[in-house]
Structures are given as C-alpha cells and as structure tokens.
C-alpha cells in the first residue's frame, strides 16, 4: 500500500520526553509531550539471552506523519496505553517529508 493511506494511522500515541535521567531510585522521569495519530505494526520478534534466562526482544514499525517536532532518538520514546516503545532509528522512506517511520524496541517489564 502506498505511504499516503492515512486511513492507516489510527492509533493515538503518547510521545514522551525524558526529563530527568538516572538521578532518582525508580529510574527516568518521563513526560507527555505530544499525542500523534499513528500506524503500530509488529515488525520482529526474537529472543535474547541473558544469563541464564531468554528474554523476549519485539521489535515495531511505527509510522506517523512528518510535523515540526524536532525528534530525539535517546530522549523521545513512544506510549500506547501501557506498552511502551523506545525508538532505535528514524527515517523518511519516501524523502518527502510527508511521512516517517520509526523503528522500536517494544519494553517489556
């Protein structure tokens, strides 16, 4: 399908901002920066092994359309209700600016 199918986008999503890191004992302080409609696709699912226990790595696509938010990978994650998406890389595929597309390591507790 192509890029402009907004009927896509239907997600609504928290973006957060890191605020405050590693200074408190619960960790990182997050804060809500901006809702975006957006496409949420499951992209890889693998497992990594730490010690002597496997944990599950899940891997998502998620696209949005292109704004004036200035994006940071290591200070910006996304949030779908619970789930939560930190992002390893952005990209505009079309090299349009009318879409991008995020790459994100899904957060499991």
């Given at each position: 399908?192509?890029?402009?199918?907004?009927?896509?986008?239907?997600?609504?999503?928290?973006?957060?901002?890191?605020?405050?890191?590693?200074?408190?004992?619960?960790?990182?302080?997050?804060?809500?920066?901006?809702?975006?409609?957006?496409?949420?696709?499951?992209?890889?699912?693998?497992?990594?092994?730490?010690?002597?226990?496997?944990?599950?790595?899940?891997?998502?696509?998620?696209?949005?359309?292109?704004?004036?938010?200035t994006w940071k990978i290591d200070t910006?994650?996304?949030?779908?209700?619970?789930?939560?998406?930190?992002?390893?890389?952005?990209?505009?595929?079309?090299?349009?600016?009318?879409?991008?597309?995020?790459?994100?390591?899904?957060?499991?507790?």
């Amino acid at each position: 399908m192509s890029w402009n199918n907004s009927g896509r986008l239907r997600n609504l999503m928290d973006v957060e901002s890191l605020v405050v890191s590693g200074d408190f004992t619960d960790g990182d302080a997050w804060l809500l920066t901006t809702r975006m409609y957006c496409e949420l696709r499951p992209a890889i699912g693998r497992q990594s092994n730490e010690g002597d226990e496997k944990v599950p790595i899940i891997t998502h696509v998620i696209r949005t359309r292109d704004n004036d938010f200035t994006w940071k990978i290591d200070t910006h994650r996304f949030r779908f209700g619970e789930r939560i998406f930190h992002i390893e890389y952005v990209i505009d595929p079309s090299e349009r600016g009318d879409f991008l597309e995020f790459g994100c390591t899904e957060v499991i507790a």
